[in-house]
């Protein structure tokens, strides 16, 4: 048993419109897809340029930080420094006015 189609021309115009529009829609969805794949990379490489971004800032503020309390812990041991000196230098001011009231006093007995 054999089928006959036949289409006449209005059917085979109806068919062939469909058949442009069924590849014309595909090729519409497959352009998207290469477009939303091309979309799709460019975020991911703007992301992980700021993703980097971030990371060298953040390292850079952790440096920045060591540093800075690594330098306010010399600048505690010298400012201690400096009372020691003070102290120092202010118990050695005594002990000259001492020793040069003395020798005053030596230069004055020796010279009466």
Known sequence: MTVNLRFSNHSKLILTCLYLLYFSVADAFARDIVIEQHNASEARIEYNKAKSNFESITQQIAN??????????????????????KNHLEQAQVDL?????????AWEHRNQ
């Open 64 to 85: 920045q930080e060591k540093r800075i309390a690594d330098e306010q812990a010399k600048l505690k041991d010298l400012q201690e420094q400096q009372i020691a000196a």
């Open 97 to 105: 006015d001492a020793k040069v009231k003395i020798l005053e006093e």
